[in-house]
């Protein structure tokens, strides 16, 4: 259980949320029980003005790449089954 004063340290935002809002969410309830983000990997630190800046445009990015997965999963979807057959037969 985390403390008042407390600081929490984080892994990849993307393990944290799906989407910046949930990211946003996360850390701002972190901040009504006074609690510090930090994730060591990114430089981000929740206590600055230049750690919440940073911290959005890293979580942003996160949701982006989640987003662009999601893409290429659906257009790999609607490939014809033969296609797909042709690219795992010759691999180059």
Request: with cysteine.
């Amino acid at each position: 259980m985390l403390r008042e004063g407390d600081t929490l340290a984080g892994g990849k935002l993307d393990r944290r949320g799906r989407n910046v809002k949930q990211l946003v969410d996360l850390v701002g309830e972190l901040h009504k029980q006074c609690v510090q983000f930090k994730n060591p990997t990114d430089a981000i630190d929740s206590g600055t003005p230049s750690g919440w800046f940073f911290f959005y445009v890293m979580a942003s990015l996160a949701e982006m790449a989640r987003e662009l997965i999601v893409e290429r999963i659906r257009l790999g979807w609607k490939l014809p089954n033969k296609s797909v057959a042709k690219v795992a037969a010759n691999p180059k």
